[in-house]
């Protein structure tokens, strides 16, 4: 199993970011999929959360009405668009199937900053 997550850097306040996750090692289109969030000394957190056939979505309450997940199963790809970005949701992002056994990946970093 494998995730590879990118599309991080730096962006102002009330900026944009895609993130984009390609996993590997499993049968991407029979998984849910989530992202979480790491935050310096804080524990991860679950962000958001996506359906095998990407018909359902979830968000944590900080991040809805900003945060959009969707995925392609042809690619083995699930993504975060990110709008509306703020200081707080600086933090390492990363991506894992749900109930998929095997290591995270090494994330992609988002800092919010003027």
């Known amino acids: 199993v494998q995730y590879v997550e990118s599309g991080g850097g730096l962006v102002q306040p009330g900026g944009s970011l895609r993130l984009s996750c390609t996993a590997s090692?499993?049968?991407?289109?029979?998984?849910?999929m989530m992202w979480y969030r790491q935050a310096p000394g804080k524990e991860r957190e679950l962000v958001a959360a996506i359906g095998s056939t990407g018909g359902t979505t979830n968000y944590a309450d900080s991040v809805k009405g900003r945060f959009t997940i969707s995925r392609d199963n042809a690619k083995n790809t699930v993504y975060l668009q990110m709008n509306s970005l703020k200081p707080e949701d600086t933090a390492v992002y990363y991506c894992?199937?749900?109930?998929?056994?095997?290591?995270w990946g090494q994330g992609t970093q988002v800092t919010v900053s003027s």
């Open positions: 894992k199937g749900l109930a998929v056994f095997g290591p």
């Open positions: 090692g499993f049968i991407f289109s029979s998984y849910n």
